[in-house]
């Protein structure tokens, strides 16, 4: 019964302290308890976890709904394990709440797999992981404590905590995830909603997800050696105010796909409260496109930013700007010297930039250093722990 009462006044508490926006609350039915459940000899993992939670090397488990990490607690996963997920979409994934935090660590010879429990796997049979931090966000008012909500799970984000830590991601593949409910409520390979700077992910694959691969919400955390392969939206988006930094990111695109990169100033479904925009730096990057593929990045709703040592393969458009006079001027981002493409590679990319933001400006005032990228080096920090990368 106190467990109960606990887990309603949580939930409780998360809606009447929220923001309101247009984005879906979709809100799953959980189970309430603090101990897995063991059926034939398979650990089934699936509900609010109060205490923290460590699993066994020598124990298959497998996620069959959302599991929640509450305030407080961590979830702790060993190096080289396999975690499994039945096949039911956003209905299965991890979720670490504000205050809570997941510590899985790998290495590159026994990297931590999530991945589906299917026999023929494929993109969406599961939700992925979503981190929920307490770092700024610019869809509440700059500097506030105030809080958001996902757009799977109702679960809080945001706050005012730049430095704030949800935990460690290294040598992580998280295969076969994501999804969309509709068009509002999405889960990733990786959601990272309001995470801090005191969060680690390093060394993590997103292949053959659903729905993006990575998508950063705000916040502050820098993330690096990050690989997508076979995403079947956008590999990299970032919106509502994201400052962290990325650093050596590779992106390769299959048979479906959308943008490599596609980066939003801020929520155009809700506001810019904090009055600020994204301004990600983003270092390394290395992206090769398949199947006629149409934009590689796309820079919208005022985003600002500095891509440093790029190469891009196979594009119809390198670098696609909209935006406006108004309330997203991505243009007067390049005016200001706060949007910047540095040292940049092209290989059959038909245009290598198009502006649509309402600004007058030249390339030359956006890209330096044209024919100097070389990208990232994955072939030497990729090794061992990625799979599909031609």
């Not at 670098?319 to 590679?345: H, R, S, Y």
């Amino acid at each position: 019964m106190k467990n109960k009462l606990l887990f309603l006044g949580l939930v409780a508490t998360i809606f009447m302290s929220c923001e309101r926006d247009d984005t879906s609350e979709i809100v799953f039915n959980i189970t309430n308890t603090n101990e897995p459940v063991v059926d034939d000899s398979v650990v089934n993992l699936n509900g609010l976890y109060s205490q923290d939670l460590t699993l066994d090397a020598n124990i298959e488990y497998l996620i069959t709904g959302p599991v929640t990490m509450a305030s407080g607690t961590t979830l702790t996963i060993p190096a080289g394990m396999t975690v499994k997920a039945e096949p039911i979409g956003v209905n299965a994934y991890v979720a670490i709440q504000q205050d809570a935090q997941i510590n899985a660590v790998g290495t590159a010879s026994n990297p931590i797999i999530f991945t589906s429990n299917s026999t023929n796997p494929s993109s969406g049979d599961w939700g992925g992981i979503v981190l929920c931090g307490k770092a700024p966000i610019n869809s509440t008012a700059d500097g506030s404590d105030d809080i958001a909500t996902s757009e799977v799970g109702a679960l809080a984000y945001g706050g005012n905590i730049p430095t704030d830590d949800s935990g460690n991601l290294e040598y992580v593949r998280i295969e076969y995830a994501g999804g969309a409910i509709d068009g509002n409520a999405e889960l990733n390979g990786l959601s990272v909603y309001g995470v801090g700077s005191g969060t680690t992910i390093d060394y993590v694959q997103i292949f053959e997800g659903s729905d993006d691969g990575f998508e950063f919400f705000g916040g502050t955390v820098n993330a690096s050696h990050l690989v997508v392969v076979n995403s079947e939206d956008d590999s990299i988006d970032w919106t509502e105010g994201f400052i962290g930094t990325l650093t050596d990111v590779y992106v390769q695109h299959g048979t479906s796909h959308d943008k490599a990169f596609e980066c939003d100033g801020y929520n155009t479904d809700f506001s810019n409260e904090g009055g600020y925009f994204s301004a990600p730096n983003v270092t390394n990057v290395t992206v090769i496109g398949a199947n006629d593929a149409s934009e590689a990045i796309r820079l919208r709703a005022g985003t600002q930013g500095i891509f440093t040592n790029v190469v891009l393969t196979d594009f119809d458009e390198g670098f696609d700007l909209d935006g406006d006079a108004g309330d997203n001027p991505t243009g007067q981002g390049v005016l200001d010297d706060l949007l910047n493409i540095v040292d940049v590679t092209f290989n059959n990319v038909t245009t290598t930039l198009k502006n649509d933001t309402g600004f007058t400006f030249n390339e030359s005032d956006i890209i330096t250093g044209v024919g100097n990228g070389t990208g990232t080096d994955i072939a030497t920090w990729g090794a061992g722990w990625t799979i599909g990368i031609n």
